[in-house]
């Protein structure tokens, strides 16, 4: 059945006006034909003064038409078939009147002006919807933050901070009064747990405790400052951002079943670790993650640092590219996802296909944002080299050393050699030297060359063979050459040279080549391969440009090769010589004819013996050309993203699908600040974006205004969640229409002023709201608060939490004694780059054990660290600024069976029984003060000692192993009990 298009548009254009003759002039004929039919039918209910703009689409100026609505673009210029208006009037799939088709002679008009370029000279005068007709409490956050007036309250003595006075002041609105501040035990466990994740030890708690008794204030500084000031902060709290940055060490199920690893993710895990501890300012933390490759850098480790943090729009979960003609926009779709959602808090993503169904985000702004990343090219790697996960992609290269102000010189012309160059080379006593200004003596062309005195012999599919006149194992060849295909025109450049029997099977011999997008880790550079059979190949680091030229020297000495370029040693490595007794090779082409060299070469010799590596620096530079620039090697790499080559902007997508395009959507922001913010100084800026730049830069220097409504708000209220269990937006990720209303948005807003005021400091923020007096408060509220707030959105009281996957396993690891606290070198997989669950049924477990914090396990998707699992672990595919948290038996049964646990209680009982304890009773004590960070009561040691008794008895009744053997099986059980319990498990 034909789909019906919005009834107002099409009830409009039913009553048209008479048919006259059709002007020559596009804009007359638009005045005469086309504004009088819109005017009089259809700007009551499809203009800027309507009251209710049906289907979102507005025809009363050029770009409100050609953007479009709910159904898209309404019109495609110069193409009346592929218009949705023309398709409609034909009752072509759509119908437009739907009570009856219009007049042939009317339908002809629309054709006729659409195939004419559908002129409009209309500009758009739409007047922003006022802010009085706009719900203003569901968009809050898109409107400037408010710098509110301190409070006053009830109890001005009660309060440490401003934030004590507004939290103070809604509990006063409500009659509620605050819980009593927590006790000193309480308080360091809950400072320890969410500025580090570790529990504190007996020791840390008693020394508090005493100093908390004499200066309360005093004693909470001190500590917080401690703590922050540790590196395991960077660990605890860069894990909170990398749920936000939804962290994954492999892609996960690519909707093929596949699942390819990220052998270098770990990088960017390390680089949010380290920002988070240098407190580096959360403006420049967004910048170097949005826009890290087109900033600035003093230093190499600055630069590597840069491009590393860039990885933030790389790591994402990407659905396989077979079959799929969208896979280049969904990289794109994530990359917007992450940034708007984990920014903004704003689900922009949703509009890929339509207008926001709820958030003032259209279509049109999606694509704006969709020409900045679809102009940026995504760094992810091999994909495991399974080409129908995904394309592969170089990495970024991190070197220790820049040539920041070294640039490769212009090698486009021809080389004008001196006059005394030829003989410098014959000095050399080559056994073949000719220039190929002309045809060669010496080497047979097949098929015929050009030859010039300026560019020398100009070659495609042209091969020049020659012959060594002994079958010697050591050689050297040089000669220039120019190639002027592209790199990644196809599987390898070209090769240029060749030592082996033609057409012999396994290509046994000496090739020398230039990469192609066969490996896009070598497209543009030089590479030696011996052939098929030892299947050595070497590459070299420098990028060749297309049209430049350039000299290269190929010395065999024995087993080992060395390349020369332009004078610097590019390549040098064993490879055994495999073409045994040939004399045969061949210039511009590969001894199978693969690949041949278009371009040109020139200046080619042959030398009988391995040259000196002053030799061949020597050919070189007696040619009077600029020498290369050397490269040095990258001692690792990275994911992330850089410009690409060209920018563009990017049409809309009807309806989500690359094969059905709209108009052109200019590279750009949100608009919705435009409408709600009229006179704001932010929403009236404009982002120039310059047509070769991708708009990232600007893009993260927008985000990082002081003045975005969103950014400092989403952070600030991520923080406060962190601290006290729930934010002051319930929903983190969602500050849109259907999120959450903030419950103290005074305060909200005083928090994110503060944040911006304060340099954008992380660490300074958390300080402050831990030295507040609501952060004190103790977890048991009387009857009252939970009767009158039962969910705490007042702040009456703290929230008893229960210990995180991670905070739980490090807990397990520091109180049984077996806790590295240096970060992991690497990643378990930092060397494997394959599909982990390939083929299926054959999973591959590539987890390794480790007593490093939890963040460093290896975080592949949908294959989880085992010890984490089960205790709701963040997929790593979507955005997860606030956990679940579930309560299953798989929980407790995990803590009760699991290998890892059951191992760690039994550290923990050898170290009990190794200790200088004098009895079981103060064996008893030392266990509760391990693990629980107390003394026991009289009856819990009473229990304890009967437990273990007990189990004891029961292993000398069942087993016949030494007393030895019984006493540390009860004890293991005995501290096993001990990490299963709730007050092990909860932090108040």
């Not at 006729?112 to 006022?130: C, F, H, I, L």
């Not at 009659?175 to 501040?181: G, K, V």
């Not at 830069?697 to 406060?720: F, G, K, M």
């Not at 790593?876 to 606030?882: N, S, T, W």
Request: negative net charge.
């Amino acid at each position: 059945m034909k789909r019906i298009l919005h009834a107002s548009l099409w009830l409009a254009f039913a009553v048209v006006c008479d048919r006259g003759d059709a002007a020559e002039d596009p804009t007359a004929f638009f005045e005469k034909k086309i504004r009088p039919v819109l005017i009089q039918h259809c700007y009551e209910c499809h203009s800027s003064e309507s009251e209710e703009i049906g289907g979102k689409l507005r025809v009363d100026s050029r770009d409100a038409m050609r953007t479009g609505g709910e159904s898209g673009p309404s019109l495609q210029v110069g193409a009346p078939d592929k218009s949705l208006i023309i398709k409609a009037l034909r009752y072509d799939d759509l119908e437009m009147p739907p009570e009856a088709p219009l007049p042939d002679s009317v339908i002809k008009d629309f054709e006729t002006w659409v195939s004419m370029g559908a002129a409009d000279p209309r500009e758009d005068t739409g007047k922003p919807t006022p802010v009085e007709t706009l719900d203003t409490d569901a968009l809050w956050s898109f409107f400037p933050r408010q710098t509110p007036t301190i409070p006053s309250v009830s109890d001005p003595q009660w309060a440490r901070d401003p934030i004590d006075h507004f939290i103070l002041s809604r509990m006063d609105d409500a009659e509620l009064a605050p819980a009593d501040d927590a006790g000193a035990r309480t308080l360091v466990r809950r400072m320890y747990y969410d500025l580090i994740g570790l529990p504190p030890t007996l020791a840390q708690v008693n020394v508090f405790a005493s100093d908390y008794q004499k200066h309360p204030d005093t004693a909470i500084k001190q500590l917080v400052d401690q703590l922050l000031a540790s590196p395991q902060f960077g660990v605890r709290w860069g894990r909170h951002w990398l749920d936000v940055a939804r962290y994954g060490e492999s892609n996960g199920d690519d909707g093929l079943g596949r699942n390819a690893t990220f052998p270098h993710a770990w990088r960017y895990r390390d680089y949010v670790v380290d920002a988070l501890n240098d407190d580096i300012p959360y403006d420049q933390f967004l910048r170097e993650q949005i826009a890290g490759d087109l900033l600035p850098a003093e230093s190499p480790a600055e630069r590597n640092r840069q491009l590393i943090a860039t990885g933030f729009l790389a790591i994402g979960s990407k659905p396989a590219v077979a079959m799929n003609k969208n896979f280049a926009m969904d990289v794109v779709d994530d990359q917007i996802n992450v940034v708007c959602t984990g920014v903004m808090g704003l689900s922009v993503a949703c509009a890929r296909c339509h207008d926001h169904k709820h958030d003032p985000i259209p279509t049109r702004d999606y694509y704006a944002l969709a020409g900045i990343f679809s102009s940026t090219q995504t760094l992810y790697g091999a994909a495991a080299n399974q080409k129908l996960t995904a394309p592969p992609t170089p990495l970024h290269e991190l070197r220790s050393q820049w040539a920041a102000n070294q640039k490769e010189p212009d090698r486009s012309n021809p080389p004008d050699f001196p006059s005394d160059y030829a003989a410098v080379i014959d000095s050399l006593s080559p056994e073949l030297h000719v220039r190929l200004d002309a045809p060669p003596v010496g080497l047979t062309v097949t098929p015929s060359a050009s030859y010039s005195a300026k560019t020398f012999a100009s070659v495609k599919e042209t091969t020049l063979v020659g012959n060594i006149d002994k079958p010697a194992k050591s050689y050297s060849v040089s000669f220039w050459f120019r190639n002027t295909l592209k790199n990644d025109a196809r599987p390898i450049t070209a090769y240029l040279f060749s030592r082996g029997k033609p057409r012999a099977s396994g290509l046994p011999g000496d090739h020398l080549g230039i990469g192609g997008k066969h490996d896009s880790s070598r497209s543009g550079k030089l590479f030696a391969f011996n052939g098929n059979i030892d299947k050595t190949s070497v590459a070299g680091e420098t990028i060749i440009p297309e049209g430049s030229w350039n000299h290269v020297a190929f010395v065999r000495n024995g087993d080992h090769v060395k390349v020369f370029l332009n004078g610097q040693l590019e390549i040098d490595t064993p490879m055994k010589a495999t073409f045994g007794d040939n004399t045969e090779f061949c210039l511009a082409n590969r001894s199978d004819d693969f690949a041949p060299l278009t371009g040109n070469v020139a200046a080619f010799a042959l030398f009988p013996t391995a040259l000196t590596d002053d030799d061949a620096i020597l050919l070189h530079s007696a040619s009077g050309q600029p020498r290369g620039v050397r490269v040095v090697p990258p001692y690792g790499f990275a994911m992330g993203v850089r410009e690409k080559g060209k920018s563009s902007d990017c049409k809309i997508h009807i309806n989500g699908q690359g094969n059905q395009l709209g108009p052109i959507s200019p590279r750009g922001t949100l608009t919705a600040y435009q409408l709600i913010n009229v006179n704001s100084d932010f929403a009236a800026a404009e982002m120039q974006i310059a047509p070769e730049r991708s708009g990232r830069l600007e893009l993260a220097h927008w985000l990082t205004s002081p003045d975005h409504p969103q950014t400092a708000r989403v952070i600030v209220n991520r923080i406060w969640q962190h601290l006290f269990g729930q934010g002051i937006v319930a929903t983190p990720d969602d500050f849109g229409v259907y999120g959450a209303r903030p419950s103290h948005p005074q305060l909200l807003d005083h928090l994110a002023n503060r944040f911006v005021h304060q340099g954008w400091s992380m660490k300074r923020l958390i300080r402050d709201i831990i030295l507040s007096r609501t952060y004190r408060l103790d977890s048991n509220g009387d009857s009252e608060h939970r009767r009158i707030d039962p969910d705490n959105h007042y702040f009456a009281r703290h929230l008893r939490r229960r210990l995180d996957a991670e905070s739980l396993r490090d807990s397990v690891l520091q109180v049984c004694g077996t806790i590295d606290y240096s970060p992991e070198q690497g990643s378990a997989i930092d060397d494997i780059d394959v599909l982990i669950n390939w083929p299926p049924g054959n999973a591959t477990d590539l987890h390794r054990d480790s007593n490093h914090r939890s963040l460093y396990l290896c975080m592949l998707r949908h294959a989880p660290p085992k010890q984490l699992a089960a205790f709701d672990l963040p997929d790593g595919v979507g955005i997860m600024g606030k956990r679940d948290v579930t309560t299953l038996p798989t929980q407790s049964l995990f803590l009760l069976n699991s290998p890892f646990v059951v191992e760690q209680a039994a550290h923990l009982a050898s170290n009990v029984l190794k200790a200088n304890c004098p009895n079981d009773r103060s064996r008893v004590e030392h266990v509760f003060a391990t693990v629980l960070q107390r003394e026991p009561n009289e009856s819990e040691v009473r229990m304890s000692l009967a437990l273990i008794q007990q189990l004891s008895a029961t292993d000398v009744q069942t087993e016949t192993k030494s007393d030895v053997t019984h006493r540390s099986k009860a004890w293991a059980a005995f501290c096993h009990a001990l990490l299963m319990t709730n007050e092990f498990r909860y932090v108040d």
